[in-house]
């Protein structure tokens, strides 16, 4: 299977809620993107299961939250990996792109 996702075309930002769009989903792994207009948030969250995150920066600029406040600067590039049962969150403060991979999928 080969598959092609155009993301800036499929996928926008909402003026007044967290945009997101599920890439793929498979038994193997699942890809959202997400897009935040600045100001926007993902607060801090996890997940009671075994497996791991990924958070990469596709554009724009922001933070990642993680547990005890931690945060992160998140920058186009940037990409976070951790299991997934640790806190995690994202705080947008441009417009930001950011794509998440999860294995395995929840």
């Known amino acids: 299977m080969l598959k092609k996702i155009e993301l800036f075309k499929e996928a926008g930002f909402k003026d007044n809620a967290i945009n997101n769009f599920l890439v793929h ?16 948030e993902l607060p801090i969250h996890s997940h009671d299961i ?16 993680g547990k ?3 945060v992160l ?3 186009t590039g940037d990409v976070l990996i951790a299991d997934i049962s640790e806190p995690h969150g994202i705080r947008a403060t441009s417009d930001m792109r ?4 999860i294995a395995p999928p929840i």
């Open 25 to 40: 989903d498979s038994p193997y792994f699942k890809v959202i993107n997400f897009n935040f207009k600045a100001g926007q």
């Open 50 to 65: 075994e497996g791991q995150v990924s958070i990469a920066v596709l554009e724009g600029s922001g933070a990642y939250l």
């Open 68 to 70: 005890d406040d931690a």
């Open 73 to 75: 600067p998140a920058e």
């Open 98 to 101: 950011v794509l998440v991979t």
